[in-house]
């Protein structure tokens, strides 16, 4: 996607992107990666933007513009950009910024209390949108670099997004010294937006990106008894252009048709390499290529979040 300067795309109902078609050289290079994209699940699709102009739009499966899939992990993303945004919001919330240690009263509901243990009390806002938190995951984990197997494995999928559930989740090292792809990781983070706004995570995105970008209809998944709240570990389920005005929302540093609605500095921490996990090539809730270790043929400044 290339940025494309003042234009901003109103709703599908108001009239939606503007398109062009593409090249004969543009779409046998779509065209390829739509196939490469059609090997790895049942039902999906690709879109294209450049310069603000939609140049390809191609489903496959049941997809189409109108469905809201489930799309797990991406969910993700949206639980960070929305932490990002409580940070530019309410700077007061946070005094000690990124390095603010969150597990304690201010910042969780009192059944997270008495920590199961006192080694959380360490751990840091940066390190949980990183998941460098030392919560435990899947495997492989990182250590700077190095792949390590934990010996046993945490809650995944709609069981890490119980609130209890993420609360008692064991540590595997202690804050910071590794890298572990824990899905009660950015759970725990829309808890601490929830407890600190009063606002559940679905309802603090339709405030603050759904209305201002023009979303479609739009929710989550993962909506099970025990998930009592916004699962903030993954689940969102959008309409595919209104996922690309959200790429593009990131493409523009977090502006909108003149409005900032994330802080550009929070944006650019999600597309490259974080101090918080010097372990493995993942930000704030992105794939980062900074060292051009994780797609060596595309961009270094590339950043993106898989479901």
Known sequence: MARSVGYYPPSDAAGGWRSRRPSRAERSKFDAAFERAAESTKHGG??????GLLVYERYFGLACREATPNTASCGKAFTSIALGILLGQRPDLFPDGLDQKVFTPR?????AFPLDDPVKA??????LLAMSAGLTGNNPAYVRGKEVKLKQTGADGWQAMV?????TTPL??????GYCYATVGPHIVSIILRHLTGMELQDFLEQNV??????GRWGFAYRR???THTPGGGG?????TDMLRFAYLLLREGSWAGRQIVPASYVRLCGRRSPYNPHYPFSFQFNVNTDGDLAPGAPRDAFWKGG
């Open 122 to 127: 360490e751990i840091k806002l940066g390190q």
């Open 163 to 167: 609130d209890r559930t993420a609360f």
């Open 236 to 240: 969102i389920a959008i309409r595919s």
């Open 210 to 215: 759904a209305l201002p970008l023009g979303w």
């Open 172 to 177: 595997w090292t202690k804050p910071g010294e």
């Open 46 to 51: 690709l879109l294209v933007a450049h310069r």
């Open 225 to 227: 008894t025990e998930v």
């Open 107 to 111: 910042y969780l509901p009192a059944e």
